[in-house]
């Protein structure tokens, strides 16, 4: 592949193209050594008198220079947790949370869980003692409802605040409230260099501490033509990129797990064809979903003579450092949501990053000494089809969630809420229909009995809805194996390229008639009847770690019953109860087959079921899906055949018998949609 040099990331320090330190040398100086050399160390105490002068301090500095595990200590050492008082510092990320966490006990010299604790939805790695609390920003979000004051905090530090997802905003405007009525608690706004203005105005003008970074130069590479397979050319970069320039380490970025994987697959295998031609590679991924032992990899030091390659998803723009970095890939994409109020309909797409997601990934590559950054697009493409800033969530995402959290609150007028960008009106208004719609508002846009509940399960309003409505079918063991299985999606299967066909086999083995939420159940409850076996997952195909993940989810749903008063019983094999159960909370999420394939109930949308899906080739009338995701089209994911009887039972507010007539029924083919061997 061809790239053109074609700009320069000015950096502040001197080029230099000195190798990078040695990782090795920096492991064995003292890890207070490592502390004291980062950015934000010459500041320890400016930093402090600011925040012991200000109650709100925007902190902005280059990613790396220590904003999230050093100033959490330094507050800790000034003696901040005092009196039984915690520090949270938010993270939009599970990983980000899990690995800083980790790293701040290192660096303290305890155990994780002890003085230093991470919480994420679903894991609670916390105890009494943990005064350092590292969790993602929903898990703040839902503090408020135990703690709507936040009491026992004495500093909030909104990390990562650029990254703008909905809960960081939410958090915002709640935060903003809270501190006006507690002036000795301390917020600190962090962030990359990025929109540390509009923070501080939000703040009604917090002052803004600067941490000058160390950054050196970065050349920036484009391609001449455009890459039709970007990971192809991802993967032919990295071997010329090895083969071709001097020692450094390679930064790559995908969009997602699937991708990652492939190409790590591809890297590693022509490594292995290309043998001792080639010095040694060590190929490292990191994705959400990635084991801790294997995230912690990452870090560890490149042996000398060898490079590292970490292929990571956008945990690796601003969120996680890694030392050593000098080479950057950029294929330019990334996955993101986006959320149609019109029709109600989410999905996430791999899009175009933006510029200025670009220029923080090429930041990266100089880090330790000048870097070099190779984009996977034309400097044309660059000025042209890239937007200038990423979109903020709460702008294209669904708001159920948030909106049920935050009537939980107490808060009513959510028009009037202090958004620092207000979602989209339609958005907002949906939100409230479809609650409306699944009982848990009032027609004045209270808060009922069940919204209440609803509202104490951390999962979205239809899967609590489901669980709630399990309690009327008498499912509630079933209900909540579905709702496990759900939230660790589409990685139960396992699919090892040179044993697709067995993969295959076994997983047509788990079908039963129903649909794709019964195959998962199915799955979990064999697994569960092998006495929760690896060796059973390995002999099925099914990967043991999302399995053992959905043990813990359905554990800790399964300690929620009570508080929402659903007692524990099992359907005893009446599945037309569990499905029932399921169309109590998916309502919304129904399609019917129509003369030209599968037409969404309410809004009409043409979609398709997933050829993964059980049902692909039986294409019942009457379905329902528990998410969409466009690809070449929009394809159902997870669904499940209904009767449309079924939908005026359990939401005849909702639903007209009229709606539900198909009055082209008798003329309808036996069979529309195309064949798997069709689709390809
Ligand atoms: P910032 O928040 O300003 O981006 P960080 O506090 O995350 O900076 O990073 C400071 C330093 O800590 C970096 O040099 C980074 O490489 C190192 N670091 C962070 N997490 C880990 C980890 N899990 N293992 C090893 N080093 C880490
Ligand atoms: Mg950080």
Redesign the pocket.
């Known amino acids: 592949i061809e790239f053109v040099r074609a700009a320069q990331l000015q950096g502040d320090e001197e080029p230099t193209s000195a190798p990078p330190p040695s990782a090795q040398a920096q492991q064995k100086e003292s890890i207070q050594a490592?502390r004291r050399s980062?950015?934000?160390f010459p500041f320890r105490e400016e930093l402090l008198t600011a925040i012991a002068s200000h109650q709100v301090l925007i902190i902005e500095?280059?990613?790396?220079?220590?904003?999230?595990?050093?100033?959490p200590q330094y507050l800790f050492e000034e003696g901040y947790t005092k009196k039984g008082m915690k520090i949270a510092c938010t993270q939009p990320r599970r990983v980000a949370a899990m690995?800083?966490a980790?790293?701040?006990a290192?660096e303290m010299g305890v155990k994780l869980g002890n003085e230093v604790g991470y919480s994420i939805r679903f894991e609670d790695c916390t105890s009494e003692r943990t005064v350092l609390r590292y969790m993602t920003d929903g898990m703040l979000l839902r503090e408020f409802l135990s703690e709507p004051d936040l009491a026992s905090y004495s500093v909030v530090m909104v990390?990562?605040a650029h990254e703008r997802t909905l809960h960081t905003d939410i958090l915002f405007g709640l935060i903003k409230d809270v501190a006006r009525f507690r002036p000795e608690l301390k917020v600190l706004v962090?962030s990359?260099t990025l929109d540390t203005a509009r923070f501080s105005t939000f703040f009604d003008d917090a002052p803004v501490f600067r941490?000058p970074g160390r950054r050196f130069p970065v050349d920036i590479f484009y391609t001449k033509a455009p890459e039709a397979d970007y990971l192809e050319a991802c993967v032919v970069s990295v071997l010329q990129i090895h083969v071709t320039q001097p020692p450094g380490d390679i930064l790559v970025f995908l969009t997602g797990q699937e991708e990652i994987e492939a190409a790590c697959e591809m890297l590693q295998d022509r490594c292995r064809r290309l043998g001792s031609k080639i010095r040694e590679l060590l190929v490292l991924p990191i994705y959400a979903n990635l084991p801790s032992d294997m995230?912690?990899r990452i870090?560890q030091p490149t042996p000398p003579g060898a490079r590292k390659v970490v292929v990571a998803t956008n945990i690796a723009e601003?969120?996680?450092?890694?030392?050593g970095i000098i080479y950057v890939l950029d294929p330019g994409f990334c996955k993101q949501k986006s959320y149609n109020p019109r029709t109600g309909m989410e999905s996430l797409t791999v899009t175009p990053c933006s510029k200025a997601s670009a220029n923080q990934r090429a930041g990266r590559a100089g880090?330790v000494a000048a870097g070099k950054c190779f984009r996977l697009y034309t400097a044309w493409a660059y000025q042209h089809e890239l937007e200038e800033t990423t979109v903020p969530e709460i702008q294209r995402t669904s708001l159920g969630n948030v909106v049920l959290l935050l009537k939980s609150l107490g808060i009513h007028d959510l028009m009037h809420f202090d958004f620092l960008d207000p979602p989209p009106y339609e958005t907002l208004l949906l939100a409230l229909e479809q609650l409306y719609a699944l009982g848990a508002l009032n027609h004045l846009g209270e808060l009922t009995t069940s919204g209440r509940k609803m509202a104490e399960l951390p999962v979205d309003p239809m899967l609590s809805k489901m669980i709630l409505a399990s309690e009327k079918y008498s499912c509630s063991e079933e209900i909540l194996t579905v709702a496990a299985m759900l939230s660790v999606n589409n990685s139960i299967f396992y699919r090892p390229k040179d044993k697709v066909v067995h993969a295959d086999n076994a997983r047509v083995n788990f079908f039963l008639p129903g649909g794709d939420h019964l195959v998962l159940l199915n799955v979990y409850t064999q697994w569960a009847e092998s006495g929760y076996s690896s060796q059973w997952c390995y002999e099925n195909f099914v990967q043991f770690r999302s399995m053992r993940r959905a043990r813990d989810v359905r554990e800790q749903l399964e300690g929620l019953l009570e508080r929402v008063e659903v007692g524990l019983t099992s359907c005893q094999g009446d599945y037309v109860r569990v499905r029932k159960a399921i169309t109590s909370g998916y309502f919304y999420h129904t399609a019917r087959l129509t003369r030209s394939g599968y037409r969404t109930v309410k809004q009409q949308q043409t979609v398709f079921i997933h050829p993964n899906s059980s049902l692909f080739e039986q294409q019942p009338r009457w379905l329902l899906y528990h998410e969409l995701v466009l690809t070449t089209k929009e394809f159902m994911r997870q669904v499940l055949e209904i009767e449309s009887s079924w939908l005026l039972e359990v939401a005849p507010h909702y639903y007209k018998a009229k709606e539900l007539e198909d009055p082209h029924a008798k003329k309808m083919p036996k069979k529309v949609g195309k064949t798997r061997e069709e689709l390809g």
Request: overall charge neutral; proline content about 3%; cysteine-free.
């Open positions: 490592v980062l950015p934000v500095g280059e990613t790396g220079s220590g904003k999230t595990t050093q100033i690995s800083v980790a790293r701040v290192r990390d990562e962090a990359a941490i995230q912690a870090f601003t969120s996680l450092t890694i030392e880090r």
